[in-house]
Nanobody, 126 residues
Framework: QEELVESGGGTVQSGDSLTLSCSAS????????MGWFRQAPGKEREFVAA????????YYSVPVKGRFQISRDDAKNTAFLQMNNLRPEDTAVYSC???????????????????WGQGTQVTVSS
């Protein structure tokens, strides 16, 4: 079982930066592909970024590519989402997720992730 806890959210102004952290308590983290998703009020959950296990391949959604960076520190069982040049439309609850280690491919589909955190609120004011 993998428990994920996000932190680092907050309220910032347009153009500011924030770094989110996702801490894993189980033993699967280093063997799991990780993803970040977000959900704004009244909208469906949206893929943000993903990172593979071992070789660190990354994949980003179009709205965040070039502004956000996903990374991981397997020694600390933690994944990160560095968010730069934030915009009001980035306002959402951000959640991290982990895939079952049996599946190595990174994916943007939320139904292919097996473990989820509770989320952290990011609010960007104009």
């Amino acid at each position: 079982q993998e428990e994920l806890v996000e932190s680092g959210g907050g309220t910032v102004q347009s153009g500011d930066s924030l770094t989110l952290s996702c801490s894993a308590s189980g033993s699967l983290f280093s063997r799991s592909a990780m993803g970040w998703f977000r959900q704004a009020p009244g909208k469906e959950r949206e893929f943000v970024a993903a990172i593979s296990r071992h070789d660190g391949r990354t994949y980003y959604s179009v709205p965040v590519k070039g502004r956000f960076q996903i990374s991981r520190d397997d020694a600390k069982n933690t994944a990160f989402l560095q968010m730069n040049n934030l915009r009001p439309e980035d306002t959402a609850v951000y959640s991290c997720a982990a895939r079952d280690p049996r599946y190595s491919r990174i994916t943007e589909r939320p139904d292919e992730y097996n473990y989820w955190g509770q989320g952290t609120q990011v609010t960007v004011s104009s």
